[in-house]
């Protein structure tokens, strides 16, 4: 779980640090600030693969997303820091099931 708001400490953010074997992830974000002013998170894999992009939100808002990550690959949270009265912030849960 990680917790990660427009202006956090830069971007990207780790999520999973990348493994030998693929891996199955079940993405959910939840919106804890209200996403607004062209903040965005993309919650991706390092050649910018997106399992789930959180670009519009209410505080409350679940946002769910799943995907393949690649054998070798890391998941990250990329932030688009959007304009001067941006605002935003997810909490991010993954669950990453190792591939057969």
């Given amino acids: ?5 427009h202006d ?3 971007s990207p953010i780790a999520l999973l640090t990348a493994d ?3 891996r199955a992830c079940l993405v959910v974000a939840l919106v804890g600030e209200t996403i ?3 903040a965005e998170f993309s919650i991706e894999d390092e050649n910018a693969t997106a ?3 959180v670009t519009t939100g ?3 808002d679940v946002l769910v997303g799943a995907g393949t990550l690649a054998a070798n690959k890391a998941l990250r949270i ?3 820091a959007g304009g001067a009265s941006a605002a935003g912030e997810v909490t991010v ?8």
């Fill in 1 to 5: 779980m990680k917790t990660v708001a």
């Fill in 8 to 10: 956090t400490e830069g």
């Fill in 20 to 22: 030998d074997a693929a």
């Fill in 36 to 38: 607004a002013d062209g």
């Fill in 51 to 53: 399992l789930l992009g």
């Fill in 58 to 60: 209410t505080a409350g």
């Fill in 78 to 80: 990329a932030i688009t």
């Fill in 93 to 100: 849960f993954v669950i990453a099931i190792p591939g057969a």
